[in-house]
């Protein structure tokens, strides 16, 4: 499998441009994916810098209601005439983060885009093709990240702490290697692992993907929590490629538990596994 970081929060070079936003590219022998858009059209001018045809992708994965993660969305629809793009059913719900300023900003997707054709509506496991599919409605074992805080959802016009039911998560299997990408992992990176674990009895060779250690509204994530996840992801034994809302310094705490086991993709990278 080939992948791209069209968007991250940071970039390889001045080459590439970068936001707070994640989108990747990934190819196998089979499909050409996209997994989320970034926060604006950002993706697809990196995607040319990195020759990757927007026009090419076969589907889109949208891991959850967040603008940084689908705010290229209509771009991608008038570059790509062919696609299916798969989100939650509960992805174009409201989505808000609660500003210093005490009031709430909202974070959401643009709903003027929720009757496109070419969307595709998910829910708990769900198949795309052989070797790749979607889960979500994670078991919650461990604790959210606390970093979670101040981002809030509406239900039945009231505005309340996001339980992200409308985060999913993507596996791609290929010659006996699995990957599991990861948007934010809102719903807690090794409560997702365990789930995973749960449908398969196994874990990933590959996770890739922001782990939610870190936020511009909550900062980041203890240590003892930060650590305590290190201690987990390393008796997987999977390689980890993060980046995006794990934050860097939480990133750097994890690397000297892990290190070669974990690797941090910005903008511009391109990993072969």
């Not at 604006?40 to 026009?55: G, R, T, Y």
């Not at 496109?116 to 979607?134: P, Q």
């Not at 250690?213 to 201690?231: Q, V």
Request: a neutral charge; glycine letters at 8%; aromatic letters at 8%.
């Amino acid at each position: 499998m080939l992948i791209k970081t069209l968007v991250e929060n940071t970039s390889i070079s001045k080459d590439f441009g970068n936001e707070h936003g994640l989108s990747l590219y990934i190819e196998t022998k089979k499909h050409k994916i996209l997994f989320d858009v970034g926060a604006s059209e950002l993706f697809l001018q990196n995607a040319k810098k990195l020759d990757v045809n927007i026009a090419d992708v076969d589907f889109l994965i949208i891991s959850h209601g967040h603008y940084d993660h689908g705010g290229g969305l209509k771009t991608f629809l008038q570059e790509n005439s062919k696609a299916k793009v798969y989100l939650h059913q509960q992805a174009f719900n409201k989505h808000y983060v609660l500003r210093s300023s005490g009031k709430p900003e909202f974070i959401g997707l643009d709903a003027d885009l929720k009757q496109n054709s070419k969307l595709v509506f998910t829910s708990d496991a769900y198949s795309i093709d052989k070797g790749v599919w979607l889960f979500s409605n994670i078991t919650q074992k461990e604790p959210r990240p606390k970093s979670n805080s101040g981002l809030l959802t509406e239900r039945n016009g009231q505005t309340t702490d996001d339980t992200f039911a409308h985060e999913q998560n993507l596996v791609v299997e290929e010659d006996g290697k699995t990957l599991l990408v990861t948007g934010c992992a809102h719903n807690g990176i090794i409560n997702i692992l365990e789930h995973f674990h749960s449908l398969k009895g196994r874990v990933p060779n590959y996770v890739l993907g922001g782990f939610h250690l870190s936020s511009r509204s909550g900062g980041n994530e203890d240590l003892e929590t930060i650590d305590r996840i290190g201690k987990h992801l390393m008796v997987t034994k999977a390689k980890f490629y993060t980046c995006h809302c794990t934050g860097l310094e939480p990133y750097k705490r994890l690397k000297s538990a892990l290190g070669d086991n974990i690797d941090y993709l910005s903008a511009g990278s391109v990993i072969t596994i």
